[in-house]
């Protein structure tokens, strides 16, 4: 394939005291057939909801950022052996209606990697970490969202909102065949919460089983999980769709 490439996307997301709606542009270059380096640029307005209260003022965001992502993977959809390490960068210039103009930094890091154990059984491990720094203190917009089907499994989407967040992730998985699996997952966490019941670092925890099968736009994984308050009974189940549409 050509080694560069172009992307662009269009956002909206409607939360609890806000709107958040924005356009993206990025470009991306292969320099080897396992790396890749991209930039982007974006631009994001918050807007006021009159449905609740305003938790987030009248914001203009223009963001520019950086990502390089290493991966040895033997397959994206069934990886057996191999690891992916991937570091991301962006910076913000934020202009608020209700104070001075600010900027912030957001990063974000991770690692991945797969070891056969037989013919069938497979054992991943995944770190991650990801959080902001300003000056300012965050708003809900700006905050780390942790928990669910991308994160920490067994909470529900987004539990937590966070300045920096570190997690982890164990699987155990048996190929069925056909493009399927069944895994066993454990997932855990420290997250610097700003809520004002919480002091510093808290800690987070999740387990459960999942299964994973081939369709005809990608793959999807279907996982039940709970978190260490959970009884069997309070569990939930997140629903993941990877591919092409």
Request: aromatic fraction near 8%; hydrophobic fraction near 35%.
């Amino acid at each position: 394939g050509q080694p560069f490439h172009g992307s662009a996307g269009v956002t909206f997301e409607q939360r609890p005291g806000y709107v958040e709606a924005g356009i993206d542009g990025g470009l991306g270059y292969r320099p080897a057939a396992d790396t890749e380096v991209s930039v982007a640029v974006e631009r994001t307005s918050v807007r006021p909801d009159s449905v609740g209260g305003p938790t987030v003022g009248r914001q203009s965001i223009w963001s520019v950022g950086a990502e390089i992502e290493w991966d040895t993977r033997d397959s994206r959809r069934l990886p057996r052996t191999g690891w992916s390490v991937t570091a991301a960068g962006m910076w913000d210039r934020v202009s608020d209606a209700a104070a001075s103009d600010f900027a912030r930094l957001r990063y974000r890091l991770g690692l991945e990697t797969y070891r056969p154990l037989n013919r069938r059984t497979v054992v991943s491990v995944r770190l991650q970490g990801e959080g902001l720094f300003q000056d300012e203190s965050p708003g809900p917009n700006a905050l780390v969202r942790v928990g669910g089907a991308q994160t920490i499994r067994g909470y529900v989407e987004e539990h937590f909102l966070v300045e920096h967040a570190l997690w982890s992730s164990v699987q155990l998985m048996r190929d069925l065949g056909r493009g399927a699996r069944v895994y066993l997952f454990g997932d855990s966490g420290v997250l610097k919460s700003i809520r004002s019941s919480d002091t510093g670092w808290v800690k987070a925890m999740g387990y459960g089983v999942g299964l994973q099968s081939q369709v005809r736009t990608g793959t999807m994984m279907v996982e039940y999980g709970l978190s260490k308050d959970d009884s069997p009974g309070q569990g939930k189940i997140h629903v993941k769709m990877i591919g092409a549409f």
